[in-house]
């Protein structure tokens, strides 16, 4: 059964920075597509940032120069790199993977950019 654990969220302050990792297990892994995505309280779950199984990559446009997605397929894990914070950064981030029709999802982590 494949799960998902997200870490590395916490309470920055605007302008700082914060590594999220998500640490996949009972999938092969490379074969997934994987993502990021954030839910703020009130708003629907949004795309942060994706990358394909070949390493391709897509950013939400607010995130676009600020956010880096990265994967290391020995480690079965993937990586956003959150730089430049900014309050309406704030949510519950959830990495996905996706394979053809199969997708799951971590139970999320939540980052908090505030003075």
């Known amino acids: 059964q494949a799960q998902l654990v997200e870490s590395g969220g916490g309470l920055v302050q605007p302008g700082g920075s914060l590594r999220l990792s998500c640490a996949v297990s009972?999938?092969?892994?490379?074969?997934?597509?994987m993502g990021w995505y954030r839910q703020a309280p009130g708003k629907q779950r949004e795309l942060v940032a994706t990358i394909n199984s070949g390493g391709s990559t897509n950013y939400g446009d607010s995130v676009k120069g600020r956010f880096t997605i990265s994967r290391d397929n020995a480690k079965n894990t993937v990586y956003l790199q959150m730089n430049s914070l900014k309050p309406e950064d704030t949510a519950v981030y959830y990495c996905?993977?996706?394979?053809?029709?199969?997708?799951?999802w971590g139970q999320g982590t939540q980052v908090t950019v505030s003075s």
């Open positions: 996905n993977s996706a394979y053809r029709t199969i997708g799951y």
């Open positions: 009972g999938i092969i892994f490379r074969l997934y597509d």
